[in-house]
T-cell receptor
Framework: NAGVTQTPKFQVLKTGQSMTLQCAQD?????MSWYRQDPGMGLRLIHY???????DQGEVPNGYNVSRSTTEDFPLRLLSAAPSQTSVYFC?????????????FGPGTRLTVL | AQTVTQSQPEMSVQEAETVTLSCTYD???????LFWYKQPPSRQMILVIR??????QNATENRFSVNFQKAAKSFSLKISDSQLGDAAMYFC??????????????FGSGTKLNVKP
């Protein structure tokens, strides 16, 4: 049981480049989420999914796309990277029923956009 | 949207002593969950303790306990017998228990805890 995995751990991009951050979980969790963590601001929700084929926006969705084709995977796409997207990105997952539970976090991806 | 406030950016405690981290939140909901997460330098987010709003009894996990004051919308974390391994960033988080928002977590800005030997 690997829990929540994220790849890559580190990434450097140039402005305008695109890339996909990968997230996978093996706990059969319905909910998956992406957060970004910036200094002094805690974690902010980017996008989330309540199940395969269903996604919704969080607090800071601009510049990011997501899709959920399987229960296990929830990739985050940056279509045209900007320096403002330099951050640490966390993926998380949790059960939904019978009562929502805590989220389990991946190890994070540190992204730098030059 | 719900907001979570941690007013102490940084705190220090002597090893073996007790420290309390503060958290307040703003919500109009009656049912929700509150969490404390620990983030050591490794960046891994580790669940420390959770509290369900409909339970009046304060949650306890070994050396960690909370003081949940629902009317005051306060959720503080007490760490007893502090250890060097407790040094980390601590985040308070809120999650709705139902409805459209119940997958969304709202995090405070964090409190950095230093433990002095």
């Amino acid at each position: 049981n690997a829990g929540v995995t994220q790849t890559p751990k580190f990434q450097v991009l140039k402005t305008g480049q695109s890339m996909t951050l990968q997230c996978a979980q093996d706990m059969n969790h319905e909910y998956m989420s992406w957060y970004r963590q910036d200094p002094g601001m805690g974690l902010r929700l980017i996008h989330y999914s309540v199940g395969a084929g269903i996604t919704d926006q969080g607090e800071v969705p601009n510049g990011y796309n997501v899709s959920r084709s399987t229960t296990e995977d929830f990739p985050l796409r940056l279509l045209s990277a900007a320096p403002s997207q330099t951050s640490v990105y966390f993926c998380a997952s949790s059960y939904r029923d019978p009562r929502p539970d805590t989220q389990y976090f991946g190890p994070g991806t540190r992204l730098t956009v030059l | 949207a719900q907001t979570v406030t941690q007013s102490q950016p940084e705190m220090s405690v002597q090893e073996a002593e007790t420290v309390t981290l503060s958290c307040t939140y703003d919500t109009s909901e009656s049912d929700y969950y509150l969490f404390w997460y620990k983030q050591p330098p490794s960046r891994q987010m580790i669940l420390v303790i959770r509290q369900e709003a409909y339970k009046q009894q304060n949650a306890t996990e070994n050396r960690f306990s909370v003081n949940f004051q629902k009317a005051a919308k306060s959720f503080s974390l007490k760490i007893s017998d502090s250890q060097l391994g407790d040094a980390a960033m601590y985040f308070c988080a809120y999650r709705s228990a139902f409805g459209h928002n119940f997958n969304k977590f709202y995090f405070g800005s964090g409190t950095k805890l230093n433990v002095k030997p």
